[in-house]
Structures are given as structure tokens and as C-alpha cells.
């Protein structure tokens, strides 16, 4: 097939190049230089519609997997709503399917009970309501559109709470009780390349165990050889803080299957990879 990925980035280009591995015709756009021969590259900014221009429409399959870690909610704005307005707009009735990376921010629950695809969004604030909105546009769009929610994404040099651990600025929250959801990059990459093959529609894509933050941190106190975090405020981030665990029940019902089902055994690798064991 003939493959669009725009948003080459930390979980994009390694989807890129899995797809080629595949045998797939790969095309890709990303801000900086492709580090692969792989995917042939195209630039384009999604925030503005002539961009798209310059970019071939005969794709049997596009993939959505912006970042807008670099900006602020206006810019998260204009990746994700404009950004895919953009890009609808541009394809018009091109019959090519759709996959997008939403995220299970869009879910606002705070009562820790499990959540799956029909949980509703009442509540949903800042980025969540732009990812929200986002979802919508590809749902009624007149292309087939798949919509992977994923979870906390954690791999090399990533993991927001574990990059805290190990700079000694990790603080145990609301007593440490709230879950967390997370997946790996390749199982992230993996989810993806299913979504080729499934029926469209919104899936999770998270692994098999929430957890609460307390286990987490307590966790990688004991395998690194560290203290436990002391106990803090909530920090100001761009996504709310919300507690609830996310079912994959869903994906896992198609032939998805996570090579890390677990925190334990997606950080127990990446630390070996990242400290030479320990």
C-alpha cells in the first residue's frame, strides 16, 4: 500500500519504518532531516493549508500522528483542530483511510473506575477538548477514519514520571493513590500498524495494568537502589490530572499484542538498555 505519515516524529518515524519493512510505499513529513532512507520525505506544516499542496493525494492510507510538545494550547490548537481541518479540507472526497493518535486524556474521570470507548467526556478540559474536537472532524469526514486513544507513552528518553525519578524531582501525589496509565513506544507502533487491519472506529491503546503512582514510584525506588519520592502538590501541567484506568479490552480483541504488557517488563528493559542493568 501506499502510506502517508504525517508527523514523523517519536512514535511517526518508527511507524514509517516498520510499515516499510513491511513492504509498504512510505511517505513521510517531519520539521527536521530524515535520519532514514526509508520513507520518502516530504515537508509540510499542518497548520497551514497551502502546505498540503505539494503533497501527492494518492495514498490508500494516511496516519494523523502530529506532536505539539513544543507549544503552547494555541498551538495545540492549530496541530490538532486546524491541523485536521487542513487536511481534510485537502483530501475532499479522496477515498483514503484515516488513522489518528488521540489520546485517553479526552477521558476526564476521576473516580478511578475502569473506562473504555464509550466513557463519557463530560468535563474534559484544555488539550483534551482539542483532541476532542479533532476526533469529531475525522468521525464525520467522509473518509473510513480509525482513532487510537493512547495512553501514557514511556521509551527511550521518554516517560515524564520516570525522567522525575531519576533527577531526584518526583513528588508523590494526592497520597500517591491516583492510577496511571501507560504503554511502550513499540507497542504504540505496534497498535498502529493493527489499526490497518481493523474495523474503523475509537480504540484504547494501553497496556493490560494501570497502576497507582505510589506503586510506580515505589517500583523504581527498589529496582535502581533509590529512595521513595517524598510526598508533594499536584504540578501544573498542560493535560488536567485525572485518575481512572483504561481498558484495552477492545484492541486486544482484534490481533493486537503487546510486547510489554506491563510497566515492570517495558522499564525493566528500557533501564537495562538506558544503565547497563543495575
Known amino acids: 500500500m501506499r502510506i502517508l ?13 516498520a510499515l516499510a519493512r513491511m513492504g509498504h510505499q512510505v511517505h513521510g513529513t517531519r520539521r527536521s532531516d530524515f535520519p532514514t532512507t526509508d520513507v520518502t520525505p516530504h515537508a509540510l506544516d499542518v497548520t497551514d493549508p497551502n502546505s498540503f499542496e505539494a503533497i501527492p493525494q494518492d495514498f490508500d492510507v494516511i496516519y494523523y500522528t502530529p506532536s505539539s510538545s513544543r507549544g503552547d494550547a494555541s498551538v495545540h490548537q492549530a496541530v490538532f483542530v486546524d491541523g485536521t481541518t487542513h487536511l481534510l479540507n485537502w483530501l475532499g472526497d479522496t477515498a ?7 489520546s485517553t486524556s479526552v ?5 478511578g473506575n475502569w473506562v473504555d470507548e464509550t466513557a463519557n467526556h463530560d468535563g474534559a478540559t484544555g488539550t483534551a477538548i482539542n483532541l476532542l474536537q479533532a476526533e469529531t472532524l475525522f468521525q464525520e469526514s467522509p473518509q473510513l477514519a480509525t482513532i487510537l486513544r493512547v495512553a501514557g507513552i514511556y521509551g527511550p528518553e521518554r516517560g515524564y514520571l520516570y525522567r522525575q525519578f531519576l533527577k531526584d524531582e518526583a513528588v508523590i501525589t494526592q497520597g500517591g493513590s491516583r492510577w496511571i496509565n501507560m504503554i511502550h513506544r513499540d507497542d504504540v507502533v ?4 493493527t489499526a490497518l487491519n481493523i474495523p474503523p472506529g475509537i480504540y484504547n491503546a494501553s497496556d493490560d495494568e494501570p497502576l497507582t503512582q505510589r506503586a510506580f514510584f515505589e517500583w523504581l525506588a527498589k529496582e535502581l537502589g533509590k529512595t521513595v519520592p ?22 486486544k480483541a482484534t490481533d493486537w499484542q503487546l510486547k510489554y504488557p506491563n510497566f515492570r517488563e517495558g522499564y525493566g528493559a ?9
Not at 5 to 17: E, K, M, S, T
Not at 107 to 111: I, V
Not at 190 to 193: G, R
Not at 270 to 278: A, P, S, T, Y
Open 270 to 278: 528500557l533501564i537495562n538498555e538506558e544503565q547497563g542493568g543495575h
Open 190 to 193: 505496534s497498535a498502529l500498524v
Open 230 to 251: 517524598p510526598e508533594g502538590e499536584v504540578q501544573k501541567r498542560k493535560r488536567a490530572v485525572t485518575n481512572k484506568r483504561v481498558s484495552n479490552a477492545k484492541l
Open 107 to 111: 477521558y476526564p474521570q476521576t473516580d
Open 96 to 102: 483514503t483511510r484515516l488513522i489518528f493518535t488521540s
Open 5 to 17: 505519515v504525517i508527523g514523523c516524529g517519536y512514535v511517526g518515524l518508527p511507524l514509517a519504518q
